[in-house]
C-alpha cells in the first residue's frame, strides 16, 4: 500500500514537472529616442501566466538576442507577478537606455558578469526555476511597436 501510495505522488510530480508551466500573454518591444539630448533605447515588455497558482517560478536569466538580463544584477530589469483570473500573471520588463557615445546609460557603473550566449531558436529566452528545477522557455515572437520620437 505504501509503495503504491510512493509511486503515485512520484508520477503526480514528474507530470506537473514535465508539462509546460508558461503561456506567452503578450511579447513586445519599442524602439524609442529623445528626452535627454541623444539619448535612445528600447523597452522589452513580457507578460506569460501559468494556470498554477501555488507553484510560483523564480526568473534566473532573460535572452534577447545575444543581450541577457539577469534579475538584481541590473536595474534596467523588472519583475512581478500577480493572480488573475485564477492563473499567476508574470511580468518582465527591460529598459535598455543608451547615451549619445553608445554608452548604457543604466549600466556604467555597473559589473554585469559575461556568461556564454544559450542557444535558442525564438528571439527570445527565459531561463527560470519551478521546485528548484531550471526550466528554459522560448519566446518565438516579439511584436514590434512603431518606435517614439520624444521632443
Known sequence: MQNSIFISLLILV???LSAQDLKVIEATK???AGGVCCSYGTNYTFSFESADTLQTISIDTLWIGKQYYVENQTRRFSFSKAIQNDKMIYHITVADS???RGIETYNEFEE???I???KYKGQACIVYHVLNRRKIF???NIIEYAAIAYP
Open 14 to 16: 514528474f507530470n506537473s
Open 30 to 32: 519599442q524602439n524609442w
Open 98 to 100: 543608451y547615451n549619445s
Open 112 to 114: 554585469i558578469p559575461v
Open 116 to 118: 556564454n550566449p544559450l
Open 138 to 140: 522560448e519566446i518565438e
